[in-house]
């Protein structure tokens, strides 16, 4: 196994065997817990010119997002945080998104979309397609040299919803992005793929469990196959081309591997990379394997959508 996760193992274990009661006793704690650790990152990674956090317009309300913007940016890119569809901000990950934005030479808009089981599907999606529209609008302004240079991603839930945005794009605007990035992705919200079953007792930041409550959360007794809540059952013809990154010990480590070979089934370019022994989240450790897919994922964008 790789040295650096075996010594993450025991906290990391340690750490989810308690996350599913701590999620169904106190789901606004843990939410606020999070946004609490977050805080201290806020000035930590790559320089950019401008952080800062705005509202837009969405369609219950203002929608928060955070916006790096590096020195000269070529395009942007629409960033859509994880957490199950029931935690995470758009305050989450400043390291990462910093990193992107002066790497790849693209302005980062991380967005703060409405969370279950308040706010069940289709909020979410709506507010994340929202502000897909907004950036539309708004990349020049953000500083785009290129503002038709667009790109969106995500991880795990977040990869989810990325991909249902892009599905309702094509379907109802004909105006594809020109990149989509898929970190560890949910992609299947049925929970019978292969990884998943045979880890599914398992506590490593996710458990089988953990992503039934995910579930039920969000879909709230809808069809689990519908293809904006399960994308791996979607027609994926006519999307962009997408890098698609995840760990070999990952619960969702088939949903990564069958949707790669769908995106490409369907027409579309795509990158796979796996991470040997690489738990759910593995990017946003400080280990190796984090830097080194997080690289590749600011190349794949820097090429697609960035400065070169």
């Not at 990884?195 to 953990?210: Q, T």
């Not at 081309?241 to 949707?259: K, N, Q, R």
Request: net charge negative; charged share 20%.
């Amino acid at each position: 196994m790789d040295p650096q996760v075996e010594a993450l193992l025991p906290t990391i274990e340690a750490d989810t065997a308690g996350r599913l009661a701590a999620f169904r006793a106190d789901l606004a704690g843990v939410r606020r817990q999070r946004d609490e650790m977050a805080r201290a990152t806020w000035y930590q990674g790559a320089k950019v010119a401008l952080q800062e956090d705005r509202t837009i317009p969405g369609p219950a309300g203002d929608i928060p997002i955070r916006v790096f913007v590096p020195e000269n940016p070529a395009g942007a890119y629409l960033h859509i945080h994880g957490g199950g569809w029931v935690t995470g901000s758009e305050k989450n990950q400043d390291p990462l998104l910093r990193g992107i934005a002066a790497g790849a030479g693209v302005t980062v808009v991380s967005v703060g979309y409405r969370l279950a089981p308040e706010h069940p599907y289709p909020a979410g999606l709506d507010d994340c397609y929202a502000a897909s529209r907004w950036l539309d609008e708004k990349a020049a302004a953000l500083g785009a040299t290129d503002p038709t240079a667009l790109a969106i991603g995500g991880e795990s839930a977040g990869a989810n919803l990325a991909a249902a945005v892009l599905l309702r794009r094509r379907d109802h605007m004909d105006e594809p992005y020109r990149a989509a990035v898929f970190t560890y992705g949910v992609f299947s919200a049925v929970y019978d793929l292969p990884s998943m079953k045979a880890m599914w007792d398992r506590n490593l930041v996710l458990s089988g469990p953990i992503m039934e409550f995910f579930s039920e959360c969000y879909a709230k007794g809808r069809d689990l196959k519908h293809p904006y809540i399960s994308p791996l059952y979607a027609d994926l013809r006519g999307l962009p081309p997408a890098i698609f990154s995840v760990g070999t010990l990952d619960h969702l480590y088939s949903d990564t591997l069958m949707m790669e070979h769908a995106w490409r089934k369907a027409g579309n370019e795509a990158e796979l990379y796996q991470y040997l022994d690489g738990p759910h989240g593995y990017n946003l450790f400080p280990i190796d394997m984090a830097r080194q897919s997080n690289d590749r994922i600011t190349a794949f964008l820097r090429e697609h959508v960035g400065r070169s």
